[in-house]
T-cell receptor, first 116, second 115 residues
Framework: GAVVSQHPSWVICKSGTSVKIECRSLDFQATTMFWYRQFPKQSLMLMATSNEGSKATYEQGVEKDKFLINHASLTLSTLTVTSAHPEDSSFYIC????????????FGPGTRLTVT | QKEVEQNSGPLSVPEGAIASLNCTYSDRGSQSFFWYRQYSGKSPELIMSIYSNGDKEDGRFTAQLNKASQYVSLLIRDSQPSDSATYLCAVNILFSSGGSYIPTFGRGTSLIVHP
């Protein structure tokens, strides 16, 4: 149980285009999902907290107009990187918190984004 | 700033030894604590969660929590080369502005188990 999927697992896009990443909780409902970014050999950086049916809460320094987050259902959250630039190339990971458990979170497998 | 601190390592132990990973946190009100394992290029995998003072054992893993000292540790017995990874400590910190618990991660400790 507690499986989180992400799609796509990797994506290459051209500078200036937008990329959408999906995060799904497959066998549980998640009121809260988190989006992280991780650069090589660095720690996880929380970008935003996404709550179903409400606006996402972004961490300081994360541009909400560039990283659009939508959490339209209890099993799906999406992150759209708009007008991507090479410096946005990173490993993007989502996690989801089970609606019945306010504490543990389960990570998706991550999406590796390369912007050329 | 509410923080979670870990020694980045690397911690190198021989196969079969006990690996001891440590973590301290600054928010005295924290109630839930987690250890994740992350292999290079992969996303974190939950190993242990602990909520009460004392020890919690699961197979070769033991998590230890001391809220008075704001300290949580992970012991790995009979370490195997396959345990070589980065171990992340995470603490759920209550953010009063939103009234929700936000997971805060340490930078991770790199563990190397050599044959």
């Amino acid at each position: 149980g507690a499986v989180v999927s992400q799609h796509p697992s990797w994506v290459i896009c051209k500078s200036g285009t937008s990329v959408k990443i999906e995060c799904r909780s497959l066998d549980f409902q998640a009121t809260t999902m988190f989006w992280y970014r991780q650069f090589p050999k660095q720690s996880l950086m929380l970008m935003a907290t996404s709550n179903e049916g409400s606006k996402a809460t972004y961490e300081q320094g994360v541009e909400k107009d560039k990283f659009l987050i939508n959490h339209a259902s209890l099993t799906l959250s999406t992150l759209t990187v708009t007008s991507a630039h090479p410096e946005d190339s990173s490993f993007y990971i989502c996690s989801a918190r089970d609606i019945s458990d306010d504490y543990e979170q389960y990570f998706g497998p991550g999406t590796r984004l390369t912007v050329t | 700033q509410k923080e979670v601190e870990q020694n980045s390592g690397p911690l190198s132990v021989p196969e079969g030894a006990i690996a001891s990973l440590n973590c301290t946190y600054s928010d005295r009100g924290s109630q839930s604590f987690f250890w994740y394992r992350q292999y290079s290029g992969k996303s974190p995998e939950l190993i242990m969660s602990i909520y009460s003072n004392g020890d919690k054992e699961d197979g070769r893993f033991t998590a230890q929590l001391n809220k008075a000292s704001q300290y949580v540790s992970l012991l790995i017995r009979d370490s195997q080369p396959s345990d070589s990874a980065t171990y992340l400590c995470a603490v759920n910190i209550l953010f009063s502005s939103g009234g929700s618990y936000i997971p805060t991660f340490g930078r991770g400790t790199s563990l190397i188990v050599h044959p």
